[in-house]
Antibody, heavy 121, light 106 residues
Framework: EVQLVESGGGLVQPGTSLRLSCAAF????????MNWVRQTPGKGLEWVSG????????GYADSVKGRFTISRDNARNSLYLQMNSLRDEDTAFYYC??????????????WGQGALVTVSS | DVQMTQSPSSVSASVGDRVTITCRAS??????LAWYQQKPGKAPKLLIY???SLESGVPSRFSGSGSGTDFTLTISSLQPEDFATYYC????????FGPGTKVDIK
């Protein structure tokens, strides 16, 4: 059974940093691209970042480019999101999502339970 | 960036009704279009990808159609478990989602 488990969320002040982790189980992790998707409580969905199976292709939403860094460790079946210079508007549930593709960012067929990041002074 | 819009933003329907949700992209996305269902407190669930391909385990009452910039999700006979919010998503360029359509009980 495919399972994605996020960790690392919490309450932080604006301008600070946080690192999210996602542990993957039940599939061949290094066969697929992986993504982070966020959702503001009560609002819609926003793709944040994606990384191809071999980390050669990486993409970011304009809203986080230059502040967030995605990475993966295929030996540990893990995905990460380093978030720097956090802003109030980064407050959201952050989902780890498996892609159906290996090298492109297409569709998200499995999702984690979400990690809540709250940015507030 | 490709902007996605959906209509209606909400729809009230009864069990057994046929429900149609429309999604429009600001530019052509070829056939890179998916639909998701989300229930309160849960992560989204992939229903349909590549416009009309049903994800494994998804009931056949769900169907998708369209091409280019205009797409449709149809639920042929609404069931109690289908009351949820539905999102379209394009996967042609960096992914983007529509704002969602809430299907609630009439």
């Amino acid at each position: 059974e495919v399972q994605l488990v996020e960790s690392g969320g919490g309450l932080v002040q604006p301008g600070t940093s946080l690192r999210l982790s996602c542990a993957a189980f039940g599939f061949t992790f290094d066969d697929y691209a992986m993504n982070w998707v966020r959702q503001t409580p009560g609002k819609g969905l926003e793709w944040v970042s994606g990384i191809s199976r071999n980390s050669r292709s990486i993409g970011y939403a304009d809203s986080v480019k230059g502040r967030f860094t995605i990475s993966r460790d295929n030996a540990r079946n893990s995905l990460y999101l380093q978030m720097n210079s956090l802003r109030d508007e980064d407050t959201a549930f952050y989902y780890c999502a498996k892609d159906r593709a290996s090298s492109a960012f297409r569709y998200f067929d499995y999702w984690g339970q979400g990690a809540l990041v709250t940015v507030s002074s | 960036d490709v902007q996605m819009t959906q209509s209606p933003s909400s729809v009230s329907a009864s069990v057994g009704d046929r429900v149609t949700i429309t999604c429009r992209a600001s530019q052509g996305v070829s056939s890179w279009l998916a639909w998701y269902q989300q229930k309160p407190g849960k992560a989204p669930k992939l229903l349909i990808y590549d416009v009309y391909s049903l994800e494994s385990g998804v009931p056949s009452r769900f169907s998708g159609s369209g091409s280019g910039t205009d797409f449709t999700l149809t639920i042929s006979s609404l069931q109690p478990e289908d009351f949820a919010t539905y999102y379209c998503q394009q996967g042609d360029t960096f992914p983007s989602f529509g704002p969602g359509t809430k299907v609630d009980i009439k």
